[in-house]
C-alpha cells in the first residue's frame, strides 16, 4: 500500500470534502472541542502517528492546539475514498508534551 499522502488530507479539510463519525462529534462535545479546532490542528499541526495497514482504512494522528492555541489536542483521521475524522481527544500529559 502507497504511504498516506498527508497533504492530500489536508486539501479535502480545506475544501470542506471530509467526513465527521458520530463518535468523533460526540467526543467534540463532551470535550468543548469546535469543528473549526479540529480543522486547525489537521491544518496546522504534525502528524505524530500513522498505520498504513489501519483497517478498513490508513489512518494517521495529527497532533495540534486549537485555534486560540490554548488546548492541544489529538486527532484521529482515516484516508478512505475520501478523509474521515474518528475522534478528538486531549493527549494524556504523562506520554505526551503540551507545548511544541
Not at 6 to 12: K, L, N, Q, S, V
Not at 30 to 47: F, M, P
Not at 52 to 69: L, V, Y
Request: proline fraction near 5%; charge should be negative; charged fraction near 30%.
Amino acid at each position: 500500500m502507497p504511504d498516506v499522502d498527508f497533504e492530500a488530507i489536508r486539501a479535502t479539510i480545506r475544501s470542506g470534502d471530509y467526513e465527521v463519525s458520530a463518535h468523533a462529534y460526540q467526543r467534540m462535545r463532551q470535550r468543548g472541542i469546535l469543528l473549526r479546532d479540529v480543522e486547525n490542528a489537521i491544518l496546522e499541526g504534525e502528524i505524530i502517528e500513522r498505520d498504513e495497514k489501519a483497517a478498513p482504512f490508513p489512518k494517521s494522528i495529527f497532533w495540534g492546539f486549537t485555534e486560540q492555541k490554548v488546548e492541544s489536542i489529538h486527532v484521529v483521521c482515516s484516508v478512505a475514498p475520501h478523509s474521515k475524522i474518528v475522534t478528538i481527544y486531549f493527549p494524556d500529559e504523562d506520554k505526551w508534551a503540551r507545548d511544541r
